[in-house]
């Protein structure tokens, strides 16, 4: 059980393009999910906590216009990078929590690759 | 500041041996903590979470201790096995309010 869904894996999209990645909960509903970035041996950084029906929190620095976070539903988060920039690069992970678990269960990733 | 500090250097550890991995935070007072296993382009997967009334967690192979006056975590894999090797991930929740804070990590690799 717990299982997060990410997708897609890896995306190469070009500079000023849009891209989209999906969160899903597969066998619980998480109310709130949670985005990660994380640069190569650098620690996962928090970017935005996203609450389903209402507006996404951000984290100091990140820019909320640019990370576009929809938690239409129970079951689904989705992270849109808008006007992708190269240094916009990087690995984005999603997580959500069970409260019948412990820790927080954690999607596969996305590598994003901005050319 | 607010840190959590993990050894940056890789661990290598002869298969069969104990490998012991640090995370010391400061300026934090977490009532828990929380330790992850990430493979190389994968997300992370929870291992352990140790609350600040408990001096030591076991899961199988896995053991953690957490010293709350220290500021450190102690996490341990006994008796190592090649497919052990991955970066171990130390996480808390600073403010309880389910905003996780993660360490570097420290790569182990267990030697065959």
């Known amino acids: 059980g717990a299982v997060v869904s990410q997708h897609p894996s890896r995306v190469i999209c070009k500079s000023g393009t849009s891209v989209k990645i999906e969160c899903r909960s597969l066998?619980?509903?998480?109310?709130?999910m949670f985005w990660y970035r994380q640069f190569p041996k650098q620690s996962l950084m928090l970017m935005a906590t996203s609450n389903e029906g209402s507006k996404a929190t951000y984290e100091q620095g990140v820019e909320k216009d640019k990370f576009l976070i929809n938690h239409a539903s129970l079951t689904l988060s989705t992270l849109t990078v808008t006007s992708a920039h190269p240094e916009d690069s990087s690995f984005y992970i999603c997580?959500?929590?069970?409260?019948?678990?412990?820790?927080?269960?954690f999607g596969s990733g996305t590598r994003l690759t901005v050319v | 500041s607010q840190k959590i500090e993990q050894n940056s250097e890789a661990l290598n550890i002869q298969e069969g041996k104990t490998a012991t991995l640090t995370c010391n935070y400061t300026n934090y007072s977490p009532a828990y903590l929380q330790w992850y296993r990430q493979d190389p382009g994968r997300g992370p997967v929870f291992l352990l979470l140790?609350?600040?009334?408990?001096k030591e967690k076991r899961k199988e192979r896995l053991k953690v201790t957490f010293d709350t006056t220290l500021k450190q975590s102690l996490f341990h894999i006994t008796a190592s096995q090649p497919a052990d090797s991955a970066t171990y991930l130390c996480a808390l929740d600073p403010y309880g309010n389910n905003r996780l804070a993660f360490g570097k990590g420290n790569q182990v690799v267990v030697i065959p």
């Open positions: 140790i609350r600040e009334n408990e």
């Open positions: 066998d619980f509903q998480a109310t709130t």
């Open positions: 997580s959500a929590t069970n409260l019948d678990r412990d820790g927080y269960t």
